[in-house]
């Protein structure tokens, strides 16, 4: 696939559905790798269904955690993911193999996970009613960040685009810049709406190109900012947003916001209905509105690293909305015409000839003589897009696919083909709905090397409430019966569909 054709002159964004992507169990979180190959997406039974976006198919189910899936972060070269849970259990996991390398107990849930975007040893968490938490993976030491108000601790954080600062924000919308080696307080500012009157700070996000970062905030206003104009200002700076991005006419709460792969637009989700609202940075203006299923309530949105391509998930189903692809033939052969009804073809003499007799050689020159030279065939030239701006190469050894292993129906009469466990290990789709116990999911020790427990570290984190709930779990009256539903059914042994999954809940968008 050649990127560079890709570019569509003029508009680089969604217009339209383009199917949907059903994990049979109810999706709530997803997210892209770095090259856009892989999707992979946490449901409610606590599975990760990581699929193939260029073929749309299943690569890899991981029977992850025992409740929901609530937040999912791919590595910088693709062979790791981590993910967080509302037991409030953060595992990090080997694509390939499916197995957890390690687990970290919180004692609140999680809200968001982010890898460090250069050290694959560093993970952002940022767990309920607590200061933001820089995970060292190696030696599972914790660092707690420093926030600027004690008493406000419902703070969310960030990675900048390089991962040279953490930015974190309160309540109070007190945005702090911090260095990550040192956590120094590098900058500061705080986003006031209009007067001295403040506002919370939902979340912050970071364009993959550029310097630009996005805040989004309770008082339902995106403001975009430049991350060199905040460094340069300094603590308790005052920097003017590039943008102020808004719903004028429904005043639309926002569920969730992202930048384009290239930087240049900005999506958001609305909190009250399947909606996104897409924005041209530069500019600022409206370009376009993508509506769901009516009824159904947005959950995440993520936008394609280099395509024009979004994904989001409402009532457990992962939406995908893209660009309408014309076929322009001749864009390919300059002297090809479409012919409105069948023409009577006239050949000539010499048209099926192997060689034309009748035809003088003509003489070689400019652009002909070109063609007699050698053109190189071996040598690769790195992707542009795949490449950030201070590399020159790709990454080797990043994990852009995953392998499928073979079906077979009967191992016994195959005695060539692969054991009977690595059918189940490599997370083949139908070997994971026909399933069977849990037994059969996981290498057995005798016919095959039991897997390494992945080891489990408890944080302890001092004057953070351990009885909290994960916004996902807490519907207000009805959190018990929420509660039961959430997770891996007892009963089930496995099973891929979940209790609080109904087939009707499928929205019609085809």
Same mark, same amino acid.
């Given at each position: 696939?050649?990127?560079?054709?890709?570019?569509?002159?003029?508009?680089?964004?969604?217009?339209?559905?383009?199917?949907?992507?059903?994990?049979?169990?109810?999706?709530?979180?997803?997210?892209?790798?770095?090259?856009?190959?892989?999707?992979?997406?946490?449901?409610?039974?606590?599975?990760?269904?990581?699929?193939?976006?260029?073929?749309?198919?299943?690569?890899?189910?991981?029977?992850?955690?025992?409740?929901?899936?609530?937040?999912?972060?791919?590595?910088?070269?693709?062979?790791?993911?981590?993910?967080?849970?509302?037991?409030?259990?953060?595992?990090?996991?080997?694509?390939?193999?499916?197995?957890?390398?390690?687990?970290?107990?919180?004692?609140?849930?999680?809200?968001?996970?982010?890898?460090?975007?250069?050290?694959?040893?560093?993970?952002?968490?940022?767990?309920?009613?607590?200061?933001?938490?820089?995970?060292?993976?190696?030696?599972?030491?914790?660092?707690?960040?420093?926030?600027?108000?004690?008493?406000?601790?419902?703070?969310?954080?960030? !990675?900048?685009?390089? /991962? $040279? @600062? #953490?930015?974190? +924000?309160? *309540?109070?919308?007190?945005? %702090?810049?911090?260095?990550?080696?040192?956590?120094?307080?590098?900058?500061?500012?705080?986003?006031?709406?209009?007067?001295?009157?403040?506002?919370?700070?939902?979340?912050?996000?970071?364009?993959?190109?550029?310097?630009?970062?996005?805040?989004?905030?309770?008082?339902?206003?995106?403001?975009?900012?430049?991350?060199?104009?905040?460094?340069?200002?300094?603590?308790?700076?005052?920097?003017?947003?590039?943008?102020?991005?808004?719903?004028?006419?429904?005043?639309?709460?926002?569920?969730?916001?992202? !930048?384009?792969?290239? /930087? $240049? @637009? #900005?999506?958001? +989700?609305? *909190?009250?209905?399947?909606? %996104?609202?897409?924005?041209?940075?530069?500019?600022?203006?409206?370009?376009?509105?993508?509506?769901?299923?009516?009824?159904?309530?947005?959950?995440?949105?993520?936008?394609?690293?280099?395509?024009?391509?979004?994904?989001?998930?409402?009532?457990?189903?992962?939406?995908?909305?893209?660009?309408?692809?014309?076929?322009?033939?001749?864009?390919?052969?300059?002297?090809?015409?479409?012919?409105?009804?069948?023409?009577?073809?006239?050949?000539?003499?010499?048209?099926?000839?192997?060689?034309?007799?009748?035809?003088?050689?003509?003489?070689?020159?400019?652009?002909?003589?070109?063609?007699?030279?050698?053109?190189?065939?071996?040598?690769?030239?790195?992707?542009?897009?795949?490449?950030?701006?201070?590399?020159?190469?790709?990454?080797?050894?990043?994990?852009?696919?995953?392998?499928?292993?073979?079906?077979?129906?009967?191992?016994?009469?195959?005695?060539?083909?692969?054991?009977?466990?690595?059918?189940?290990?490599?997370?083949?789709?139908?070997?994971?709905?026909?399933?069977?116990?849990?037994?059969?999911?996981?290498?057995?020790?005798?016919?095959?090397?039991?897997?390494?427990?992945?080891?489990?570290?408890?944080?302890?984190?001092?004057?953070?409430?351990?009885?909290?709930?994960?916004?996902?779990?807490?519907?207000?009256?009805?959190?018990?019966?929420?509660?039961?539903?959430?997770?891996?059914?007892?009963?089930?042994?496995?099973?891929?569909?979940?209790?609080?999954?109904?087939?009707?809940?499928?929205?019609?968008?085809?």
């Amino acid at each position: 696939m050649n990127l560079e054709l890709l570019e569509s002159f003029g508009q680089n964004y969604p217009e339209e559905a383009d199917g949907t992507l059903d994990c049979i169990s109810m999706a709530l979180t997803c997210t892209f790798n770095r090259w856009g190959t892989l999707l992979a997406v946490g449901c409610n039974d606590g599975r990760i269904v990581i699929w193939d976006f260029l073929t749309r198919g299943i690569a890899k189910i991981i029977s992850a955690h025992i409740h929901p899936v609530c937040s999912l972060c791919w590595s910088r070269d693709g062979h790791k993911l981590v993910s967080a849970s509302t037991d409030n259990i953060v595992s990090q996991w080997d694509v390939l193999t499916g197995d957890c390398d390690q687990r970290f107990r919180f004692p609140s849930p999680i809200l968001k996970l982010q890898y460090h975007p250069r050290d694959m040893d560093k993970v952002l968490v940022c767990p309920m009613k607590s200061a933001p938490v820089l995970l060292t993976l190696s030696d599972s030491k914790h660092v707690v960040l420093p926030v600027d108000d004690d008493s406000d601790l419902n703070v969310v954080a960030a !990675f900048d685009r390089r /991962g $040279e @600062y #953490i930015y974190t +924000g309160n *309540a109070k919308g007190k945005i %702090l810049v911090l260095n990550t080696n040192t956590q120094e307080l590098v900058a500061s500012f705080r986003v006031t709406t209009g007067t001295s009157n403040t506002t919370a700070i939902k979340s912050i996000e970071f364009a993959r190109k550029g310097s630009c970062f996005l805040i989004n905030t309770a008082d339902r206003i995106i403001r975009v900012y430049d991350g060199r104009e905040i460094l340069t200002c300094g603590r308790d700076g005052e920097p003017e947003p590039m943008q102020k991005l808004q719903d004028l006419v429904n005043r639309t709460p926002w569920k969730r916001c992202c !930048f384009s792969g290239d /930087g $240049e @637009y #900005i999506v958001a +989700g609305s *909190a009250r209905q399947h909606a %996104l609202y897409i924005w041209e940075k530069s500019i600022g203006n409206l370009v376009k509105i993508l509506h769901g299923t009516r009824g159904e309530l947005l959950l995440d949105v993520a936008w394609h690293p280099v395509r024009p391509i979004i994904a989001s998930i409402s009532s457990g189903v992962v939406s995908i909305w893209a660009q309408n692809q014309v076929e322009n033939w001749s864009a390919f052969a300059p002297d090809f015409k479409e012919l409105d009804e069948n023409v009577e073809y006239e050949e000539r003499e010499s048209e099926f000839d192997i060689e034309d007799e009748d035809k003088s050689e003509p003489e070689q020159t400019g652009a002909d003589a070109a063609e007699d030279e050698e053109v190189d065939v071996t040598s690769v030239d790195p992707i542009v897009a795949f490449c950030s701006s201070d590399e020159e190469l790709e990454d080797n050894k990043a994990l852009l696919y995953l392998p499928i292993a073979p079906e077979v129906e009967d191992p016994e009469e195959n005695p060539f083909g692969p054991p009977p466990d690595a059918s189940v290990q490599s997370g083949a789709p139908e070997d994971a709905l026909a399933g069977g116990d849990k037994k059969q999911r996981q290498p057995s020790s005798e016919g095959g090397p039991a897997k390494k427990k992945a080891r489990t570290t408890t944080i302890e984190l001092q004057g953070v409430p351990s009885d909290e709930l994960h916004p996902l779990l807490g519907v207000k009256g009805d959190s018990k019966s929420k509660k039961k539903t959430a997770g891996r059914p007892k009963g089930s042994k496995g099973s891929l569909v979940s209790q609080s999954y109904k087939p009707h809940d499928i929205g019609g968008m085809d």
